[in-house]
């Protein structure tokens, strides 16, 4: 895992820590796997379950710009930066099923906003100018005390590491706040400062990892295999190391699936 990355138990396997958390039968099954991918036979096979970039640091290259202006992603010493205007996404140029991705994030003015949408259509509406998928949120956080409505800040004060099906996706919450999911913990730092997403999602199950802990998740999607959004939401925020481990498909249908992208 990326350094940074989230707390794991260690299980004395010799599995990669994303999968050290497991229960035993599930370890054991897990090990035997691996074992056989390490067998004479396989030695020549790419090692399983490798990091690739997604973003390589150069350009975009990977990436698709849906709705957002020339200028919203630019690439600037290594690190993707938004400017957040137009409110929109770029998407990657390919869906991807069940993974673990690692994003790493830093805001750069009081109360912004953004996220990564996850198993999305990258189609979006025309009001919102957001597509559907399950929305992982980062928020800077001054936002609830810059958007309290009433003069009153909320006393939930979620100001990261939501998780919620959007768009007719539906999903059911880990720590529900209504349909969404809230952190149990906060551990998000504010503008200026990075901060670290691990995000596993396998087979309509998402569990968020904000700075090396798992605090929050989601399960049971109506959509399990879409394309990855980073979103524009009218503030500067930077992203770097972003990366994504794919992991083996599982039975996915049809209409589990976002239509390819046109």
Same mark, same amino acid.
């Given at each position: 895992?990326?350094?940074?990355?989230?707390?794991?138990?260690?299980?004395?396997?010799?599995?990669?820590?994303?999968?050290?958390?497991?229960?035993?039968?599930?370890?054991?099954?897990?090990? /035997?796997?691996?074992?056989?991918?390490?067998?004479?036979?396989?030695?020549?096979?790419?090692?399983?379950? $490798?990091? $690739?970039?997604?973003?390589?640091?150069?350009?975009?290259?990977?990436?698709?710009?849906?709705?957002?202006?020339?200028?919203?992603?630019?690439?600037?010493?290594?690190?993707? =930066?938004?400017?957040?205007?137009?409110?929109?996404?770029? &998407?990657?140029?390919?869906?991807?099923?069940?993974?673990? /991705?690692?994003?790493?994030?830093?805001?750069?003015?009081?109360?912004?906003?953004?996220?990564?949408?996850?198993?999305?259509?990258?189609?979006?509406?025309?009001?919102?100018?957001?597509?559907?998928?399950?929305?992982? $949120?980062? /928020?800077?956080?001054?936002?609830?005390?810059?958007?309290?409505?009433?003069?009153? =800040?909320?006393?939930?004060?979620?100001?990261?590491?939501?998780?919620?099906? #959007?768009?007719? #996706?539906?999903?059911?919450?880990?720590?529900?706040?209504?349909?969404?999911?809230?952190?149990?913990?906060?551990?998000?730092?504010?503008?200026? $400062?990075?901060?670290?997403?691990?995000?596993?999602?396998?087979?309509?199950?998402?569990?968020?990892?904000?700075?090396?802990?798992?605090?929050?998740?989601?399960?049971?999607?109506?959509?399990?295999?879409?394309?990855? &959004?980073?979103?524009?939401?009218?503030?500067?925020?930077?992203?770097?190391? =972003?990366?994504?481990?794919?992991?083996?498909?599982?039975?996915?249908?049809?209409?589990?699936?976002?239509?390819?992208?046109?």
């Amino acid at each position: 895992m990326t350094p940074g990355g989230p707390e794991v138990p260690r299980s004395g396997s010799a599995l990669p820590a994303p999968f050290n958390g497991y229960h035993r039968p599930m370890r054991t099954t897990l090990a /035997l796997a691996f074992g056989l991918l390490a067998a004479p036979a396989f030695a020549q096979a790419p090692a399983p379950f $490798q990091f $690739q970039d997604l973003f390589n640091g150069k350009d975009l290259a990977g990436w698709v710009n849906i709705n957002t202006a020339p200028d919203t992603w630019t690439v600037r010493d290594g690190i993707l =930066v938004s400017t957040g205007k137009p409110i929109g996404v770029m &998407c990657t140029d390919r869906m991807y099923e069940n993974f673990v /991705l690692h994003i790493e994030w830093m805001h750069m003015e009081p109360g912004g906003n953004s996220g990564v949408f996850a198993w999305s259509n990258a189609d979006p509406n025309p009001k919102s100018r957001l597509p559907d998928g399950v929305e992982i $949120q980062m /928020l800077e956080l001054e936002w609830p005390r810059l958007n309290a409505r009433g003069g009153v =800040v909320p006393t939930d004060d979620y100001v990261h590491g939501e998780v919620w099906g #959007v768009g007719g #996706v539906k999903t059911v919450p880990d720590n529900p706040r209504g349909e969404r999911s809230s952190s149990i913990e906060k551990r998000a730092k504010g503008r200026g $400062q990075w901060n670290v997403y691990d995000v596993v999602a396998v087979d309509g199950v998402i569990k968020l990892a904000v700075n090396g802990k798992f605090v929050n998740g989601i399960g049971k999607s109506t959509r399990k295999k879409g394309y990855l &959004c980073l979103e524009a939401e009218g503030a500067e925020i930077h992203f770097r190391n =972003v990366k994504i481990m794919e992991l083996p498909p599982g039975v996915t249908t049809a209409e589990q699936t976002a239509p390819e992208r046109r």
